[in-house]
């Protein structure tokens, strides 16, 4: 099932706007508040896999969609649609952050950022060859952890001093235990097969003061994609990315050694809770010398994530620079000291 | 044994009194008539010259036969400087000594006063290491020349002219190094990086309990390496004066 959500004024489609984080109309001007509007609320769930053809209620028109797509917008009257049946029952979002940089000030953010590629070709930094620029909600799962951790380790401390001819090298030895108790809140995890695990790890951080209860309304001129991946799925994930954390809080509780060496870390990790979220981004297709480059955009934070194109003239550039560079300060450095020019 | 060294000892005080009758300001004190008249002139007025400039006496000594008399050849260097109240401008001033057991094969090279900073134990271990190939092919003139170069090199450099870090080569592969790290992060880095840590998902952590408890204590004693060819580095001499000091044989 399809919705649309119209203008109550003049009938238009109306579009979420990432400004006034209102539903806007743009014919009439009318803005109306997303927090009060009323979602349908669907008892049925769709029929997984099913791509089934959806007919725009403005125009008739088919609705092409790809089978993860939950929002997206009618390729015939250009009109928001949502697919409700996708979002609801088990794949009901339970919150979400809304989009805040619009598509303007995300060309702009992306421009700029173009300009301070120190590496990248010139042609990268001037033109403007966005190709296409697509607002984009992306299925995550965040996670409430609970880590228990226990730690045995052999640390040692080292004293060296000199007793008449003789170097003294004093170690003493200590049997270190840690015991940690350790939560976590909302650790995210994308759950969408299409992108790059990687890349979203470096999207993050998302500012949560912006979570808000999920409501169809938000998707409103944008696509967005249900998830692929459960959250039972995707827990080796996240158990794997807080374990990069742990091991930094343990070493932060173990100081004053001069090393330590650990024997066993036991981490028991429990998951609290699991909520289904969708997170808002900016994907920029960018086209250079016939090739293509992706970037993604955290659309709340504005933070630019993907590989961008190499000037090799300039890394040797840079190299050079550096490199002389050093080289003149190490010999002033070196003369200072009474070394001769050569 | 005592009773050995103290004619040994008479017998070197005579040798040192001896030698003031020959005139103040010498430098080079050559009792095996080694060098010929006119090198003998080159090297003094060498001596001479780097040593105002250096503010530095330079003194060499060379002796037919010490080891051979029982007389240890940092004793006998200490006593000279002593003795003759060597020094730039003033007595027991800057000082550095070259002297040769000619029959012995042993050199010592001390610094005294000031400048023993310029003329460390290492330092002059460099310079004794530089001679050392003169030495054994007895070419006494190039030993003294060079000598008298090196000590002229090493006075007023807060490091050894020798230093690794002074070296050309040493300076490129460092900055070399420094080019490529810095670059390599920035390739690294010009894709984004990750900028989430503990801190931004940690809720509460608190350590619930917490031992460290002390279990045993080793002790490794090394000896400190005193310098190959038993040098035996600086001490003080019978008046009371402190100095570097290298020790070698050829």
Redesign the interface.
């Known amino acids: 099932m399809l919705i649309h959500h119209t203008c109550p004024n003049c009938g238009a489609d109306m579009n979420f706007n990432s400004e006034t984080g209102m539903l806007s109309c743009d014919s009439c001007g009318h803005n109306q508040s997303v927090e009060q509007l009323e979602d349908i609320k669907l008892t049925q769930t769709f029929e997984q896999d099913d791509a089934r053809e959806y007919h725009c209620e403005n125009c008739g028109a088919v609705v092409v969609t790809d089978k993860d797509t939950t929002a997206t917008s009618c390729s015939f009257c250009g009109g928001a649609v949502i697919l409700v049946d996708r979002l609801s029952g088990e794949l009901a979002p339970v919150q979400v952050i809304p989009f805040t940089i619009s598509k303007e000030e995300a060309m702009q953010a992306f421009k700029k950022w173009c300009r301070n590629g120190r590496l990248t070709p010139k042609g990268f930094m001037t033109a403007n060859r966005v190709k296409n620029i697509t607002g984009m909600y992306v299925p995550f799962w965040m996670y409430d952890l609970n880590n228990d951790v226990e730690v045995h380790a052999k640390a040692t401390k080292v004293r060296t001093y000199t007793s008449g001819e003789y170097q003294v090298t004093e170690t003493s030895h200590y049997d270190v235990y840690r015991k940690l108790d350790i939560d976590y809140a909302k650790v995210p995890v994308d759950a969408s097969e299409k992108l790059d695990d990687q890349i979203m790890d470096k999207l993050e951080p998302y500012n949560y003061n912006d979570l808000k209860p999920f409501k169809t309304a938000y998707l409103a001129g944008y696509l967005a994609e249900k998830y692929n991946y459960n959250d039972e799925q995707l827990y080796p994930r996240v158990k794997n990315k807080v374990k990069s954390y742990i091991d930094n809080y343990i070493t932060s509780t173990i100081n004053g050694y001069t090393s330590v060496q650990y024997h066993q870390k036991n981490i028991n990790t429990k998951q609290k809770h699991s909520y289904y979220v969708l997170l808002p981004i900016w994907m920029i297709y960018y086209d250079l010398e016939k090739q293509e480059h992706n970037f993604l955009m955290n659309a709340q934070t504005g933070k630019i994530v993907g590989k961008p194109p190499v000037s090799m003239q300039k890394v040797s550039l840079w190299f050079l620079g550096l490199f002389s560079s050093s080289f003149i300060v190490l010999k002033i450095i070196a003369l200072l000291l009474g070394g001769a020019l050569w | 044994m005592v009773k050995k060294f103290k004619w040994v000892y008479l017998f070197l005080l005579l040798f040192l009194f001896q030698l003031p009758v020959q005139g103040e300001g010498k430098l080079i004190f050559d009792h095996a008539d080694l060098l010929l008249e006119d090198k003998y002139s080159e090297l003094s007025s060498l001596a001479e010259e780097i040593s105002q400039e250096s503010e530095i006496d330079i003194i060499v000594i060379i002796e037919e036969n010490l080891k051979g008399n029982g007389i240890d050849i940092e004793k006998y260097t200490q006593d000279a400087y002593d003795q003759y109240k060597f020094g730039y401008e003033k007595e027991y001033g800057n000082t550095a000594i070259l002297t040769i057991d000619l029959k012995g094969r042993e050199v010592y090279l001390a610094g005294f006063g000031d400048y023993q900073k310029y003329l460390t134990n290492s330092r002059l271990d460099e310079i004794r290491e530089d001679i050392t190939p003169f030495l054994s092919e007895n070419k006494f003139d190039l030993v003294i020349e060079q000598f008298i170069k090196e000590v002229d090199r090493h006075i007023?450099?807060?490091?050894s002219?020798n230093?690794i870090?002074?070296k050309?080569w040493f300076?490129?592969i460092?900055?070399?190094i420094?080019?490529?790290t810095?670059?390599g992060i920035?390739?690294f880095n010009?894709?984004?990086?990750?900028?989430?840590?503990?801190q931004?998902?940690?809720?509460?952590?608190?350590?619930?309990?917490?031992?460290?408890?002390?279990?045993?204590?080793?002790?490794?004693?090394?000896?400190?390496p005193k310098n190959d060819n038993n040098s035996g580095g600086g001490g003080v001499t019978s008046g009371g004066h402190s100095h570097t000091g290298s020790r070698g044989s050829f």
């Open positions: 007023g450099m807060p490091i002219p230093n870090f002074l050309t300076q490129l460092i900055a070399l420094i080019a490529a810095i670059v920035m390739l010009m894709g984004g990086k990750v900028t989430v840590s503990h931004t998902y940690v809720d509460n952590s608190r350590i619930k309990a917490k031992r460290d408890v002390f279990t045993h204590k080793t002790v490794t004693r090394t000896k400190i």
